[in-house]
């Protein structure tokens, strides 16, 4: 076993750093990915025109001493544009689900003793304006969110270098990866708000 001549041992280390950069690519990524996907469950939760089951994600029942989703107790259905049921699993929850409908102003909850539908008021104009308002804000904390995770991904690469971990030319070639896949993300929320907007402007 000889010792490691100089070139290998430069090789070798290229090689681990290679390994970081891709690493720190990785987490940046995920968190980038996790921004974009809280998104799409606000604006899931934002109320349209039309009922859909996301409405109810963020709506939480106090049962079994403790608070819980509506879509983790009970199934939601859309009967059409302006009508839901909710079917709970276990019909001792219905009172705590019904007045959590309530409660949120989502709609106007009426149970039959098994079932309980809600029914959907009409939109106003204002409130239309309202929802696009609350999509806009949680569009820009969502760009907020990826904007971070690309800083802190930046400052990983950057610190590499510092540490001689890696060359800047490596270092250099993340940074336009990461700058790609950043874009890639901030169109996504882009996308995401225009069509949650054309959804809420939908008569």
Same mark, same amino acid.
């Given at each position: 076993?000889?010792?490691? /001549?100089?070139?290998?041992?430069?090789?070798?280390?290229?090689?681990?750093?290679?390994?970081?950069?891709?690493?720190?690519?990785?987490?940046?990524?995920?968190?980038?990915?996790?921004?974009?996907?809280? &998104?799409?469950? #606000?604006?899931?939760?934002?109320?349209?025109?039309?009922?859909?089951?996301?409405?109810?994600?963020?709506?939480?029942?106090? &049962?079994?001493?403790?608070?819980?989703?509506?879509?983790?107790? +009970?199934?939601?259905?859309?009967?059409?544009?302006?009508?839901? /049921?909710?079917?709970?699993?276990?019909?001792?929850?219905?009172?705590?689900? #019904?007045? +959590?409908?309530?409660?949120?102003?989502?709609?106007?909850?009426?149970?039959?003793?098994?079932?309980?539908? &809600?029914?959907?008021?009409?939109?106003?104009?204002?409130?239309?304006?309202?929802?696009?308002?609350?999509?806009? /804000?949680?569009?820009? #904390?969502?760009?907020?969110? &990826?904007?971070? +995770?690309?800083?802190?991904?930046?400052?990983?690469?950057?610190?590499?270098?510092?540490?001689?971990?890696?060359?800047?030319?490596?270092?250099?070639?993340?940074?336009?990866?990461?700058?790609?896949? /950043?874009?890639?993300?901030?169109?996504?929320?882009?996308?995401?708000?225009?069509?949650?907007?054309?959804?809420?402007? #939908?008569?």
């Amino acid at each position: 076993m000889g010792r490691e /001549t100089a070139t290998q041992w430069a090789s070798s280390a290229q090689g681990k750093g290679r390994n970081v950069i891709d690493e720190i690519l990785a987490e940046g990524e995920l968190k980038m990915d996790a921004a974009v996907e809280h &998104v799409k469950e #606000e604006f899931a939760a934002i109320r349209t025109g039309r009922a859909h089951p996301g409405m109810f994600n963020s709506i939480m029942a106090e &049962v079994y001493g403790q608070s819980m989703p509506i879509q983790q107790i +009970a199934t939601v259905q859309i009967v059409d544009a302006r009508m839901v /049921t909710v079917q709970p699993y276990d019909v001792s929850t219905m009172a705590a689900i #019904e007045k +959590a409908i309530r409660d949120s102003e989502l709609g106007n909850p009426a149970s039959d003793g098994h079932q309980i539908r &809600v029914g959907l008021p009409q939109l106003t104009e204002q409130r239309r304006k309202d929802y696009i308002k609350v999509a806009k /804000t949680k569009a820009e #904390e969502a760009h907020i969110s &990826v904007r971070n +995770a690309r800083r802190v991904t930046r400052d990983a690469l950057d610190k590499l270098v510092k540490d001689k971990q890696t060359g800047e030319d490596e270092v250099h070639h993340a940074e336009k990866v990461l700058d790609a896949e /950043t874009k890639k993300r901030t169109d996504a929320i882009d996308e995401l708000l225009k069509n949650k907007e054309a959804e809420l402007l #939908e008569v």
